[in-house]
């Protein structure tokens, strides 16, 4: 269980009582967060129950929150499907909890993906597209906290654990991105979830009721979201892409936000690049290598999976509909 910070029913009384929600009835950790600690928190006002769910961020201090306060709330208010905190009696809505920020969000329905479908891939491409579409007049901009400098960084920092190939491999794919980011093609930047993995929506009888744990937003390009859902969404377990599902997951997003020019030629890379991106950060978390504030054993992914979905796209590069 990713429960890092573990909470009494007396502190989790104390803290409901702030807001008007009513009075605890009870609470459950919640299994398979990596990066936050997570509850279930149930409810009851008046007689009538209500759900909840309270997020401990282990990772992010409280100067960082404020960003994610305002962005989940901007897009919930614009008929995207996000969880956006709840205030307390005074109007707050972050709060401090065991030394971590906190909030209070509502549970939406559904659960998580066991199998991945192409009509699922649709919607979620028809879900982010509407997300960045809105996201353009955000009016706060977030560096990436695992991005372009980290990578830099990290491949360095990691290439001595690493066989001679791989390491080499880790280099010339941070290079890659670099020399995209030096081409003329003006690709469009905005707000990204940066994490939209399957694990992070939630469906209920084929329909898609929320995305969740928008913690690794920022600004960045567009399409790189999108090759970060299709890099999980629609792969193949050897790697490959699932044709159909990428058809399906392109077309839900082109129908909101038709791609720009420049971006087929961009489409490739930064598919690489979302694979190398994930990674590396499994191979930083399966060493040992970041300082957490966790208190317990952390959730580790496997690398090897991201390793065998970056070689398949240098063996068949992918091509954008345009």
Not at 222 to 251: E, F, H, K, P
Request: aromatic residues 10%; charged residues 25%.
């Amino acid at each position: 269980m990713a429960v890092y910070t573990h909470l009494t029913e007396e502190q989790l009384s104390l803290f409901l009582a702030g807001f008007d929600q009513g009075d605890l009835t009870s609470f459950q950790g919640i299994d398979g967060g990596i990066e936050n600690t997570n509850y279930f928190v149930n409810s009851c006002k008046e007689g009538e129950n209500q759900q909840f769910v309270l997020t401990l961020f282990e990772e992010l201090n409280k100067d960082e929150m404020p960003f994610f306060v305002e962005l989940t709330s901007y897009l919930a208010e614009r008929d995207i499907p996000v969880p956006a905190p709840i205030k307390d009696r005074h109007g707050i809505a972050l709060k401090n909890m065991s030394q971590r920020p906190a909030l209070l969000l509502p549970r939406f329905p559904g659960r998580q993906l066991d199998k991945v479908e192409p009509d699922h891939c649709r919607q979620i491409g028809d879900a982010l597209a509407r997300m960045h579409r809105v996201g353009q007049d955000f009016f706060l901009t977030r560096q990436a906290h695992r991005g372009v400098f980290w990578w830099r960084r990290e491949s360095k920092n990691i290439a001595n654990l690493l066989s001679p190939e791989d390491a080499e491999l880790l280099r010339q794919e941070v290079a890659l991105f670099d020399d995209l980011r030096e081409q003329p093609w003006n690709l469009p930047m905005g707000i990204i979830h940066g994490d939209l993995f399957h694990d992070n929506a939630l469906f209920d009888e084929g329909q898609l009721q929320a995305i969740i744990d928008l913690y690794n937003a920022c600004t960045g390009f567009l399409l790189y979201d999108l090759a970060i859902v299709a890099n999980d969404w629609c792969v193949n377990s050897d790697g490959t892409m699932d044709q159909a599902r990428l058809a399906a997951l392109l077309s839900g997003y082109s129908a909101q936000r038709p791609f720009a020019e420049n971006e087929e030629k961009a489409w490739p890379l930064l598919l690489r690049t979302a694979a190398m991106r994930f990674w590396l950060s499994r191979l930083i978390s399966l060493h040992g290598l970041e300082e957490t504030r966790y208190e317990g054993e952390q959730v580790i992914k496997d690398p090897d999976e991201c390793r065998r979905i970056l070689l398949a796209h240098i063996e068949n590069p992918a091509q954008l509909p345009v």
